[in-house]
């Protein structure tokens, strides 16, 4: 039996245990091939919530790092749309983003080891600050939490307009002007959409502005993580999973992750070394469903080895390896 068919399995028992219909969505953590929420899943989770129709409830077994806030806010309501009940499964990382998403539920099954975490964004941006050392086309995220840490640090210290002023301008001159709009505009976005997806969780509207304001900015780090007991102090409506179910969980993430390889780091060195010089396709995320089978988002390429040889000044030559990354296809596959 494939992993895909194992996974299958294990995502009807876990139905039959929730008494729902269940999905699974994973994007990789692996070091060097991570993967993100993107919008471009939507389309894709529409035809598995079309072959599983309305239905009272929908279970999301999610794993995740984060991504695009605006994707999350369009998959709550999607799921929404099919359902009249709406979990997250949270299987172990569930942050940022995923975070997001699981505000949106009407709960949140946790297991030992599931962490939430804030969903403050950092702005990807063409125009966003170069990366040392890396490819000219690279750019590094701005925290729209650290911008505000930054500008709220300055005026603490009472220095007058003048100061401020000067700070402002040093700020827009490594950060370009346009960045930082879009970071102003982001986090009241983030804070609004986290406002209204708390509404499934408490009509208590100071309780609703404590926890965005946790979330967005009081826990003072992004890679703080909150775990389940944290979770229902903060007042989220969390379940405690079963025994049961932890057991058919801890199959279904061994299953993923030996197969997206989580646990190694990609290295084009080490790939090399290890005799894996040639053709190469690695799964970096994945959305499957019992109903309409297994979408894949997949890179596949061919690693290049060129000898280069060298002249030392001694006259003696001296030969170098390179290795080169060729990626012929990046992007989703229906896989069964």
């Not at 009807?12 to 471009?40: A, P």
């Not at 002007?177 to 102003?184: A, N, S």
């Not at 780090?221 to 025994?243: F, M, P, Q």
């Not at 061919?302 to 006259?315: H, R």
């Amino acid at each position: 039996m494939s992993e895909i068919e194992k996974r299958k399995d294990l995502l009807r028992q876990i139905g039959s245990d929730r008494n729902s219909k269940t999905v699974l969505y994973v994007t990789g953590d692996r070091q060097g091939l991570e993967t993100q929420i993107g919008q471009d899943i939507i389309d894709l989770f529409v035809d598995h919530l079309d072959e599983i129709g309305p239905v009272k409830k929908i279970s999301l077994v999610l794993y995740t790092s984060g991504g695009d806030t605006s994707a999350a806010w369009n998959l709550v309501n999607l799921f929404h749309m099919f359902c009249d009940n709406f979990e997250i499964i949270a299987l172990g990382k569930c942050m940022s983003a995923g975070t997001l998403i699981s505000l949106g539920a009407d709960r949140i099954v946790m297991t030992k080891q599931a962490t939430l975490g804030p969903i403050d964004p950092s702005i990807q941006h063409p125009l966003g600050p170069s990366i040392p050392g890396a490819s000219p086309e690279a750019r590094a995220g701005v925290s729209v939490e650290a911008v505000k840490g930054y500008l709220d640090a300055i005026r603490e210290y009472e220095a007058g307009e003048l100061f401020e002023g000067q700070a402002l301008i040093d700020l827009s001159n490594k950060v370009h002007p346009l960045v930082l709009g879009q970071i102003f505009r982001s986090r009241q976005q983030i804070r609004d959409l986290a406002g209204r997806l708390l509404r499934r969780h408490t009509d208590n509207q100071d309780q609703i502005e404590q926890i965005v304001d946790f979330l967005c900015s009081e826990s003072g780090s992004h890679d703080y993580t909150i775990n389940r007991r944290e979770a229902e102090r903060l007042g989220l409506k969390v379940e405690k999973c079963s025994e049961d179910l932890y057991v058919i969980l801890r199959q279904l993430r061994n299953s993923f992750s030996t197969q997206m390889l989580l646990r190694e780091p990609y290295d084009i060195n080490i790939l090399a070394a290890n005799g894996g010089v040639g053709k190469y396709e690695f799964t970096r995320a994945l959305i499957e469903s019992a109903d309409h089978g297994a979408h894949h988002f997949v890179t596949a390429g061919e690693i290049e080895v060129t000898e280069i040889l060298q002249q030392n000044q001694d006259g003696t030559s001296l030969k170098q390896v390179a290795f080169r990354d060729q990626r012929n296809f990046e992007g989703w596959r229906k896989i069964a």
